[in-house]
Nanobody, 123 residues
Framework: QVQLVESGGGLVQAGGSLRLSCAASGRTFSSHNMGWFRQAPGKEREFVGVISWTGRSTTYADSVKGRFTISRDNAKNTMYLQMSSLKPEDTAVYYC????????????????WGQGTQVTVSS
C-alpha cells in the first residue's frame, strides 16, 4: 500500500514559480516510477510528467516542457514538481501518482493517487 500526500500549492502571479511536494509512505517508493497530473476546472485530468524510480529519466507534456522540472529524493520518500514561468492556464489541481514499473502518461496505469493540491495562477 502506498499513500501519497501533495503539498505546496497556492496562489501565484503569472511568471512566478512554485514547488510542489509529494510525500509517500511505504518502503516501495524508491522502486516506483512516479507521475504528476493536473485537472483544470471543467477539464479532464491530464498528464504533466513522469520520473523513473532512479530519477535519471523524466518525460514531460509539451505544455510544460522547459518550464516544469520533476525530481525525487528517495531517501526522503518525496517527489517534487518545480514549476516556473507559470501561466494562468497552469491553474489546476495537481496530483501525484505512483505507477510501479510503468513509465508513461496513461492514467489508468497509475495505481495510487494523492488527494491533490490547488495551484492558482493569476494574470
Amino acid at each position: 500500500q502506498v499513500q501519497l500526500v501533495e503539498s505546496g500549492g497556492g496562489l501565484v502571479q503569472a511568471g512566478g514559480s512554485l514547488r510542489l511536494s509529494c510525500a509517500a509512505s511505504g518502503r516501495t517508493f524508491s522502486s516506483h516510477n512516479m507521475g504528476w497530473f493536473r485537472q483544470a476546472p471543467g477539464k479532464e485530468r491530464e498528464f504533466v510528467g513522469v520520473i523513473s524510480w532512479t530519477g535519471r529519466s523524466t518525460t514531460y507534456a509539451d505544455s510544460v516542457k522547459g518550464r516544469f522540472t520533476i525530481s525525487r529524493d528517495n531517501a526522503k520518500n518525496t517527489m517534487y514538481l518545480q514549476m516556473s514561468s507559470l501561466k494562468p492556464e497552469d491553474t489546476a489541481v495537481y496530483y501525484c501518482a505512483s505507477s510501479g514499473s510503468y513509465y508513461g502518461s496513461t492514467q489508468q496505469n497509475y495505481g495510487y493517487w494523492g488527494q491533490g493540491t490547488q495551484v492558482t495562477v493569476s494574470s
